[in-house]
């Protein structure tokens, strides 16, 4: 069975901090990685895509990719109250199949 | 404007009878699947299609069924539905396979009593 593990939290962080979210996959065949942000109630939303190792970073954040490690991570600088959400990591498999994990909440404290 | 819609938005039922909820994307995307969102686990993949009139299953197909004749509509059928299917669905569309961004509907919240 093929699992994408994420903390559900909820991490709280104080405005103006960084959050940092962490998501772990267990097929090493996997291709894409995504995370997604999901208001309460509403559908999910591409925030960042990354296909290789390293860092990607989009405003005010960076995913990181370790494929070795089997972690992906997802990093908000300058947190603000708008981002308190939870935070979707899913990864793409192959087979047309991409698994999300459970997500993890975040509340940034004003 | 580039969506995916999904009706109806809020639906309560009762055990055993019929429903249909309808999923239409206006991207021309050839990718389609539905999911279903339950507190703890996360999105599961019911069912995926990859063209018209090309669909498989997903992870928690048991109890669905879904049609692809248009490419831009993909309804999801519960010929009997059952309190376990009570959840939020979401309807998702991509330019191709599952390897790319999915756009989300806004979701139906489904209630079977």
């Known amino acids: 069975q093929k699992e994408v593990e994420q903390n559900s939290g909820p991490l709280s962080v104080p405005e103006g901090a960084i959050a940092s979210l962490n998501c772990t996959y267990s097929?090493?065949?996997?291709?894409?990685f995504f995370w997604y942000r999901q208001y309460s109630g509403k559908s999910p939303e591409l925030i960042m895509s990354?296909?290789?190792?390293g860092d990607k970073e989009d405003g005010r954040f960076t995913a990181q990719l370790n494929k070795a490690s089997q972690y992906v991570s997802l990093l908000i600088r300058d947190s603000q109250p708008s981002d308190s959400a939870t935070y979707l990591c899913?990864?793409?498999?192959?087979?047309?199949?991409?698994?999300f994990g459970a997500g993890t909440r975040l509340f940034v404290k004003a | 404007e580039a969506q995916v819609t999904q009706n109806p938005r809020y639906l309560i039922t009762v055990t055993g009878k019929k429903l249909t909820v309808t999923c239409s994307q206006n991207?021309?995307?050839?990718?389609m699947s539905w999911y279903r969102q339950d507190p703890g686990l996360g999105l599961r993949q019911i069912y995926y299609?990859?063209?018209?009139?090309?669909?498989d299953k997903g992870d928690v197909p048991e109890g669905y069924k879904v049609s692809r004749k248009e490419k831009r509509n993909f309804p999801l059928i519960l010929e009997s539905p059952s309190p376990n299917q009570t959840s939020l669905y979401f309807c998702?569309?991509?330019?191709?396979?599952?390897?790319?961004?999915?756009?989300f509907g806004p979701g139906t919240r489904l209630l079977v009593l």
């Open positions: 998702a569309s991509s330019l191709d396979e599952g390897g790319k961004t999915q756009y």
């Open positions: 097929d090493r065949g996997s291709q894409s």
């Open positions: 990354i296909y290789s190792n």
């Open positions: 899913a990864v793409y498999t192959g087979g047309f199949k991409t698994i």
């Open positions: 991207m021309n995307h050839e990718y």
């Open positions: 299609s990859m063209n018209v009139e090309v669909t």
